[in-house]
């Protein structure tokens, strides 16, 4: 039987229009996407994490987007410290 807490980590994106354009949001969901992707083996099971993408996030490159993830999901203790 599984439950929440064996369910694997779930992830919610939230990106508005104040991202920018159509093109900018679906870069930004893309990115985020893959982020939670490569961290989700290391989020406790049963979590549900929301993320939600500030304006700044279209100008930023993804290794800016990944080091934000890191510092903000360590600080959440969402990630073990390294």
Avoid: H, Q, Y
């Avoid at 993830?69 to 990630?79: E, N």
């Amino acid at each position: 039987m599984r439950g929440p807490e064996t369910e694997p980590a779930r992830f919610g994106l939230i990106t508005s229009r104040r991202v920018g354009g159509a093109v900018d949001r679906n870069r930004v969901r893309r990115r985020l996407r893959e982020l939670c992707r490569l961290n989700r083996s290391l989020v406790p099971a049963g979590w549900l994490v929301v993320v939600i993408a500030k304006s700044s996030a279209a100008a930023a490159s993804f290794a800016d987007l990944r080091e934000e993830w890191l510092l903000l999901a360590r600080r959440l203790s969402i990630l073990p410290r390294p």
